[in-house]
């Protein structure tokens, strides 16, 4: 290849991309003096790296292949606004070889390695068989090319169960499933070749083995094209749910300084066997005594933060000087580990119901300051709609300390102090998984999550007396706030008139549960509020995003957001919801069924498992859905006969749709 068209100097870049990742390149791009070209499918129309660019692009209809996954439009779109560059971002086509190619042929500097160096090392098979031959350790397993059902078979049964099935390509955790019997084999190559597939364009799939206990620790590569191959220190991946990471930090409070040396090595010795040019990372898996490569990932990772907050490097900005041609600014003994940091992954998601992807229109947005060792890398704003085409991911939140322990509290505290409305997140659980005990401890492996799930995703507490008053303050805060009344007039001062005392009732509930009621007495002397027999001086003070209370001489923060009759309140006590009862009547009590058998969220219907007049028991899958590029299987709801299926594979079915009834069975 003509170096000179690898690796140049460029004033336009083009984020083959969307979301946070694409923010957080344009940010360091313009930092850097260059030009940036978003590219936005119909769905991102409005979205924030489209108003953060300089330039965009629209590539088409929203679904990814039809838009960021179509190589000849991103080229095109580069053609169209004088890009002379592309940043692939992570996912979609950041590790396509076809796509790096297709940029070199265009005359585009691709920030990144080369196709020949993807092909070597971003096949998990390609990069296994490498690997092998460079004397590095492997866990056991299959990563042949041959990929019919009985080699694979064989293989699986060779290797021994437990087992992994894994996509070639991508990563993610998609594609990937647990095997722990051969009768469970068939089926989960079907659906893990299905989702890679769809997620990356490839369903060639490898076998390992399942290393019970595992731990994830990965090494930051960077090279340049002058020969110079550099580790950023290692991160700790171990929290993870369904093979996707959910907390990572850096370093790895699991190994020593000799061990830290000993895989970092491993990692320059990996990522040197193709003399790997651009940002990559080598990733390990531990079962406490051995460590054993995987894979590699030819790309910027999402939890590339951590490695910044403890190096001083902005990575962005090192992939693009080495795209420039110039040679790395240190050497490795002058990288230098500062302290500790931990990043969370703020995913528009309900744990409450299995992790339910949540789509929607963000009424509410704020997020704390990024200042006392706080950082926040985000891809959305107020405003904002979070489609279900796309990964949920919203936002990164990273904290560093000098001490682990200390950048745990800071990252709680950042998470605490975060309201996000409109869609429901995964905050709560984040916040309730970092501060566990086992967590501190680091006594933790790959399957924590999923063992403590009921902890961690437990409902929040009953509102007490506190919330209670903070729901009548909240709406006496807004009203006062809206009043219409000048700015002069003594009305506009809540409690005041002229003699006397008046009462107002107001009754909240949580769900479908009981009513409870709080009686507001104002006028002439302090306002007062009565729960049952317990009545309470208050007064209440306005500040952004909420209001102080001062119940009994005792003052509360509370953020407060109001939605017509609906109350999201933060108080010391966590999180809650509380629905006003409508005072004049008019209440809707119609509830949703648990029992309804319909799409939680638009999506595809990619596999019919049951048949009409199956008998089922509680629980039997009857469809998969693709939604928001991961598979949900819809199942019984309690034992019964399958009556009838709505829908056929290949249908795009919108939320709320019914697709199947179960007749129960009357037990």
Request: charged share 25%; with cysteine.
């Amino acid at each position: 290849m003509d170096r000179s068209k690898l690796y140049r100097r460029f004033r336009t870049l083009l984020i083959a991309n969307r979301g946070e990742i694409a923010c957080r390149v344009i940010r360091t791009a313009r930092a850097m003096g260059l030009r940036t070209v978003a590219v936005y499918s119909e769905a991102d129309r409005d979205a924030m790296h489209v108003a953060l660019a300089d330039e965009a692009v629209l590539l088409g209809p929203a679904r990814a292949r039809d838009s960021y996954l179509n190589v000849e439009r991103l080229i095109e779109a580069a053609r169209k606004t004088g890009a002379e560059a592309v940043h692939p971002g992570y996912g979609f086509l950041s590790e396509n070889a076809e796509f790096a190619q297709a940029c070199y042929d265009a005359g585009l500097v691709f920030v990144g390695p080369t196709a020949e160096m993807m092909n070597a090392m971003g096949s998990k098979s390609g990069s296994k068989a490498l690997m092998e031959k460079a004397g590095v350790p492997l866990v056991p397993g299959y990563h042949g090319d041959a990929q019919d059902d009985a080699t694979l078979a064989k293989a699986a049964e060779k290797v021994g169960f437990p087992i992994l099935v894994k996509a070639s390509a991508g990563g993610g955790g998609r594609g990937m499933r647990i095997v722990r019997s051969a009768d469970e084999l068939g089926p989960a190559i079907v659906s893990a070749k299905r989702e890679a597939k769809a997620a990356f364009g490839d369903d060639r799939m490898l076998i390992e083995k399942y290393v019970d206990n595992p731990r994830h620790i990965e090494v930051q590569i960077i090279g340049d094209s002058h020969g110079n191959l550099l580790s950023l220190f290692e991160r700790e991946c171990t929290l993870q749910r369904r093979h996707q990471k959910v907390i990572e930090e850096a370093p790895s409070p699991t190994l020593n300084p000799a061990q830290r040396e000993t895989v970092c090595a491993a990692a320059r010795k990996a990522a040197g066997a193709v003399n790997y040019v651009g940002a990559g990372t080598i990733e390990f898996v531990s079962d406490g005594k051995d460590v054993f490569f995987i894979e590699m990932n030819t790309r910027l990772q999402v939890e590339h933060p951590v490695t910044e907050l403890i190096t001083g490097i902005d990575l962005v900005e090192w992939q693009l000087r080495v795209a420039f041609g110039e040679a790395l600014p240190l050497k490795q003994d002058e990288i230098k580990l500062n302290g500790h940091a931990v990043e969370a992954r703020v995913y528009a998601e309900n744990s409450t119901k299995n992790f339910m992807p949540s789509v929607g229109r963000i009424s509410t947005w704020r997020l704390p300051a990024e200042t006392g060792g706080l950082r926040i890398d985000a891809g959305y704003r107020e405003g904002d709609t979070v489609s279900p085409y796309y990964d949920a991911m919203l936002a990164k939140m990273i904290a560093w300390a000098p001490t682990r322990d200390v950048a745990i509290d800071r990252l709680n505290r950042g998470l605490e102090d975060a309201d996000v409305r409109g869609i429901v997140t995964n905050i709560p659980f984040l916040s309730a998984l970092i501060t566990h005990p086992k967590v501190r401890a680091n006594a933790i492996d790959t399957g924590f999550i999923e063992r403590e799930l009921a902890v961690l995703t437990q409902a929040a507490p009953a509102p007490g007396e506190l919330e209670l008053c903070a729901a009548v303050a909240a709406i006496v805060n807004e009203e006062r706030q809206t009043a219409q009344a000048g700015a002069n007039s003594p009305w506009q001062t809540f409690g005041w008139q002229p003699v006397g005392r008046r009462q107002r009732s107001f009754a909240f509930r949580v769900g479908h549960g009981p009513e409870q009621k709080v009686t507001l007495s104002y006028g002439s002397g302090p306002s007062t509020l009565v729960i049952g027999e317990r009545e309470l001086a208050f007064a209440i003070a306005a500040k952004q995003g909420g209001f102080d209370l001062t119940l009994d001489g005792v003052k509360s923060s509370v953020a407060a957001v109001i939605d017509g009759h609906e109350l999201y309140l933060r108080t010391r006590h966590g999180r809650f919801d509380l629905h006003w009862v409508d005072p004049f009547g008019g209440e809707s009590e119609e509830q949703t069924g648990e029992d309804k058998i319909a799409a939680p969220l638009p999506g595809t219907v990619v596999a019919v498992l049951a048949e009409e007049g199956a008998t089922l028991e509680k629980g039997a899958p009857i469809l998969t859905l693709e939604v928001m590029k991961m598979e949900q299987t819809l199942r019984a709801p309690y034992a019964g006969v399958l009556k009838s299926i709505k829908c056929k594979v290949g249908d795009i079915v919108q939320e709320g749709i019914e697709l199947a009834v179960v007749e129960p069975s009357g037990e």
